[in-house]
Structure formats: C-alpha cells, structure tokens
C-alpha cells in the first residue's frame, strides 16, 4: 500500500469501501474497536485491505498495518469476521521497541458485506448513522459481527435483540451525537455483551466566499483535512469548476443570498476572502442570520474595525455571541506568509473550531492528546 493511500482522508476511504462494495469485490474491514493508553488512532478508524495487500486507510501509524494486513488474508479464506488485540506496551519483545504507540489496540477485521452498505449510503447522504456490532461476550448466541444501525429520530434497525437495543439506545445517540466510538458491555442474563457502538457522521462543510488565488490552497489543504468543500464566488466571478478541481461544488451567488444559498447548519463552517469590503460586509451580514459557528474573515483588524463603523451609522452592532462567531484576522499564528503557509493557518483554526478544541502546543497539555469517550450512566 502507498504512502498517498494509507493517508488518505476518511472520505476517500468511505469511498473505497462503496466501490468495493459495488463492484463486488473481496475486501476485508479493519476497525479499531478499543483503546487503553496510547496510540495513533482511535476507535472507529478503519483500513481497507484487498486480496493483493493493498488497501487504503490506516488504523496505526505503520506499527501494526503488516500484522493486519496478514490476518486479513486469513479471514478472507475463512470468510468469518475475528476480533484481535495487540499490546504495545512492553519492552521485551519487538513491539516495544519503538514502534509509534504504547498502548493496547484492538481491532475487528471482517469481511467486507452488504452488511455495511447502509453505513456508505448514510454517509454519503450526509445522514449520521450509528452502528452497533456485536464484538464478544459470554452472554450471546449472535455471531461475531451482526449488527444493527441506529438513526436519530427513528431509532434502531437490525438483528439484535430488543433488550440489548433499549440498553444501547441512551449511549449510542450520544456517540452519533459527537461521533466518537466505544466498545460497549453489557449485562445480559447469560453473561456480558461486549458491543461496537460506532457513531458515523458525515463531514464538516467548508464553505469558501471568493475566488481569488489563495482560495485554491484553502480548498486543498481542507479536503486533506477531510472537509466538503463549497467555493463561492461573488456576481459569478470565475464560478468555474476547472478552476477550483478540488472544491466539491462551485455556486456564484450574489452577497445579498447568502443566508438563502443552502441549509445552514453548526456542521458548516464559513470564510470570507473575497477581498472586497462592500461584498465582504453584506456577507458578514448575512452569515451572521444562520446557525454557522464559525465566520473566518480574511484582513487586518483595522479592516474589521471598519466594517463594524459602518454598521453602526446604520444603527447596526453586533452583540458578544456574534463577535464570539466571528475570527478576524482569520487563522491560527502560525508564521510564514506564503498562500500554502496562509491557508494552513485558515485550515488549521476551522479544524479546532470544529473539533471544539483551543489550539496549543501538545507538549505544554496535561492529560491524553485525543478526548476520552464518555458516556452518561442509566443508573
């Protein structure tokens, strides 16, 4: 598997998996289903592996792909899903030996079905789905792998049991909810279920105002960061699709329509780089009506300053909760001034917005770099 395939943005490899699944083609799932300590990925990362050891996707960062990528081979032959647990935490053996990670992973390696197709077609729909997939226990006749998908408003759907369903309905609307995964136990008569509960969302969205040079580098590094990208350019200027090859949808629309131009919603993240005051204005405005969580405004903030001014000969301000929503200068400080340098200081502050996480540095942070999962006990 190549460097540019193991790294490729989770999308992609959504993409993959329906493609396999379409052409009906062999391919064995990798899932991390639980974490203790550290490591490169968290639960819910997957890897896509072929017959002929290639794949997409990564689950570690190198210290277990050629492990998985041997076992997948024995699943296919068997054509059964198993559950596998690897302990990176010693030091007497090759896996302590500077491998990347220090912790305990364990991953579920199945073969790849129609059992997973509501999981693309949701995604792809932009519908969160959760999934619920039965990992071990001594408290079940299911067999390793059956499941049951959950959608909000509508509950569960799928082959197990209404008892073990009503047990995971409080902790999967939460993980669907957030997104994260765990491994879930529950008590049943006969023993302890041990469940996957996987909360499946669709991308964020990034939606570019502009149509100036350096929106082709926002658009780039966004999708590698795994953002549908949506570039808008102003009074049709260059509302061409050639000319932004990595946007996901290229819409001209006047500044005055931007509440109007789509669904806005606080999965959807806005940057305004049109470099032109009036129209930069009328946008602000406008964003400022729907639910976005974040409005990136390109310039200086002397430029803001201005803008505020002449709003406010209009009788207009702005109250805290809108000056919260709005960041101007836009991007995190990160030096440099190169259009690459610039879109990854743009990129990069979208991102921890959306991940509802401060910027710093990692090594100045108490506690574990990923959130920890937590769940809200029924008792």
Known sequence: MSTSEWSLPETD???????????????????????E?????????????DP???????????????????????????DTPRVETW???GDDDVWGLGVGCNGVITVLLEPLTESYRPVVEARLAGEPIGVATVVGGSGTDLALGTRAYYRPGEGFEGDLDEELLEA??????????????????????AGAIEVFVEGVRPPPELVVFGSGHDVGPVVELAKLVDFRVTVVPFRGGHADSG??????EVVSASPRDVAELRAWDADTYAVIMSHNFLDDRIALEGLLETSVP??????????????????AEEGRTFTETELERIYTPIGLNLGGDTPYQIAQSIVAEVQAVAHDNTPGHLS????????????????
Do not use: N
């Open 13 to 35: 490899v959504f993409d993959r998996i329906r493609a396999a699944l379409d052409d009906d083609s062999p391919a064995v799932l990798a899932t991390v289903t639980a974490v």
């Open 37 to 49: 300590g550290s490591a490169y990925r968290r639960p819910g990362a997957k890897m896509l592996l």
């Open 52 to 78: 002929d050891g290639g794949g997409a996707g990564s689950i570690t960062a190198g210290c277990l792909e050629d492990e998985v990528r041997a076992l997948a081979t024995d699943v296919l032959e068997a």
């Open 87 to 89: 302990d990176l935490t």
């Open 168 to 189: 995971l309905a409080g902790p999967t609307e939460s993980l669907v909810s957030s997104g994260k995964a765990e491994t879930l136990t529950v008590d049943a008569d």
């Open 243 to 248: 000319r932004f090859p990595g946007a996901d």
């Open 294 to 311: 974040y409005i990136g405004l390109m310039g200086p903030k002397k430029r803001f300053e201005e803008i505020r001014e002449a709003f």
């Open 364 to 379: 100045r942070q108490e506690g574990p770099i990923h959130d920890r999962v937590e769940l809200a006990s029924d008792d």
